[in-house]
């Protein structure tokens, strides 16, 4: 897809701060450090607008991207970040979980992990929850520069058993370096927004 605008609009800490214009909304989720940033800025032609390794545990807010007007990227906390105090814990799991479960706007997750590791509790977790409430799942696996590409399937496959992938969930390889999956991500965005 050609992204002609796209801008940081709030940084919510709580429904009331929600846009009202009823776009259609995507949710990225991912642990600390797994690339969510970069992937953001990759799919939105700007390099500084989703930040770049802000401290970890920080950021307590669901981020708001506007993108061509069309559709709002919703970037969540970054999880598993151990040193991130019970209570901050805690409240996070409450917005998400409000969020995840009661917003109407929201089509679909993409759930990052990287792709060198098996995806770690807190991922199969996180899965497990967008199932339970009936939320469909993109996965990434980021950093795919990380790794040859002829090795792409054996850690998909990890991934995808790991996660226990269920139908019609997809899995895409990308990297931030090189923009790989970046048109990929686009399509399987698009066909999900128009089926
Ligand atoms: P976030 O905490 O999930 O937002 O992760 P960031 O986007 O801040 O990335 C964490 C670190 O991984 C940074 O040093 C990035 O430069 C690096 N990184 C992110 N994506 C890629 C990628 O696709 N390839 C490589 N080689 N490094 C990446």
Not at 13 to 19: D, L, M, N, R, S
Not at 23 to 37: D, M, T, W, Y
Not at 95 to 116: A, C, P, S, T, W
Not at 138 to 156: E, F, P, Y
Request: glycine residues 10%.
């Amino acid at each position: 897809m050609k992204v002609t605008s796209s801008e940081f609009i709030i940084s919510a800490v709580g429904p009331k701060q929600y846009p009202e214009d009823g776009l259609h909304e995507i949710a990225l989720v991912g642990r600390s450090n797994v690339g969510k940033s970069s992937l953001l800025n990759k799919m939105m032609n700007r390099k500084g607008l989703a930040r770049i390794s802000s401290r970890p545990g920080k950021t307590q807010t669901l981020n708001y991207f506007r993108v061509n007007n069309m559709l709002y990227f919703v970037d969540f906390p970054g999880y598993g970040y151990a040193k991130v105090a019970k209570t901050i814990k805690e409240q996070w799991g409450k917005m998400i979980e409000g969020y995840l479960k009661n917003r109407q706007e929201l089509r679909f997750v993409i759930q990052l992990v990287d792709i060198r590791h098996a995806p770690s509790k807190d991922d199969i977790a996180m899965y497990d929850w967008c199932k339970q409430i009936g939320i469909p799942t993109v996965v990434v696996a980021t950093k795919g520069d990380k790794i040859a590409r002829g090795r792409w399937l054996q850690h998909t496959k990890v991934i995808r058993q790991s996660l226990r992938l269920r139908g019609d969930d997809t899995i895409i390889v990308f990297s931030s370096e090189t923009g790989q999956g970046k048109d990929e991500l686009w399509g399987e965005i698009l066909r999900r927004l128009r089926g």
